[in-house]
């Protein structure tokens, strides 16, 4: 069965800082991608960056990046050089290659203080 | 921005309504799925839509229902509506399978709903 499990219910982080926002997975397909949104108050679920499991290089977009270690199963985003605008909720999810759902997981407040 | 809008923003229903909610998906993807989003939780999938035809669905009871139109948009229609179904209602638009559906799932703002 598909499972995201994120570990960290909230998260304060000082601004300019890095962080790293926590995911694991659980898939017996050996063909998925894997998701990082970033969902601000106004609830509008923004896609950050995509990870497909064939992928041999970490995935960057900008500030962000995607620490994909496929043994341990793990997703974790990292945000380079944090910024007050950074504060939301966050979430992974996943997608298999043999399915139409995406899977999120139970989301991270991060909160990035001055 | 997405280009993948919802409407309406906000609503309130009473409880044993019905309602629907709208998504024009963004240009170029014919894939519309559809989640719900309760408070403080991750969201979860209801259904998607293909080519007009639902194309997978999540446990949601039959009184969720949707349409695609020829256009990609799309509808979803609760019935008989609960308390409990009060939540963010999230539409994701996608292209089909085999042309970069892997790697494409882009959301609307969303649509509150509140069930009083």
């Known amino acids: 069965a598909q499972k995201i499990t994120q570990t960290q219910p909230g998260m304060f982080v000082q601004e300019k800082e890095a962080v790293t926002l926590d995911c694991t997975y659980d898939?017996?397909?050996?063909?998925?991608?894997l998701f990082w949104y970033k969902q601000p108050s106004s609830g509008e679920m923004i896609f950050l960056i995509y990870?497909?499991?064939?992928?041999?290089q970490n995935a960057t977009e900008g500030r962000y990046s995607l620490n994909f270690q496929k043994a341990r199963k793990s997703a974790n985003l990292v945000i380079s050089a944090s910024q007050l605008g950074d504060s939301a909720m966050y979430f992974c999810?996943?997608?298999?290659?043999?399915?139409?759902?995406?899977?999120f997981g139970k989301g991270t407040r991060l909160h990035i203080l001055p | 921005e997405t280009g993948v809008t919802q409407s309406p923003t906000h609503l309130i229903k009473t409880r044993g309504q019905q309602v629907t909610l709208r998504c024009s998906s963004q240009?170029?993807?014919?894939?519309v799925s559809w989640y719900q989003q309760a408070l403080g939780q991750g969201p979860q999938f209801i259904f998607q839509?293909?080519?007009?035809?639902?194309?997978g669905r999540g446990n949601f009871p039959p009184r969720f229902s949707g349409l695609q139109f020829p256009n990609y948009s799309s509808e979803l229609n609760v019935n008989a509506l609960e308390l409990d179904d009060s939540a963010l209602y999230l539409c994701?638009?996608?292209?089909?399978?085999?042309?970069?559906?892997?790697?494409?799932?882009?959301f609307g703002q969303g649509t509150r709903l509140t069930v009083v």
């Open positions: 999810a996943m997608r298999e290659r043999r399915d139409d759902k995406i899977i």
């Open positions: 990870q497909g499991s064939y992928d041999q």
């Open positions: 994701a638009s996608s292209p089909a399978r085999g042309q970069g559906a892997d790697t494409e799932a882009f």
């Open positions: 839509y293909y080519r007009e035809e639902e194309n």
């Open positions: 898939t017996s397909d050996p063909s998925y991608g």
């Open positions: 240009s170029g993807h014919n894939t």
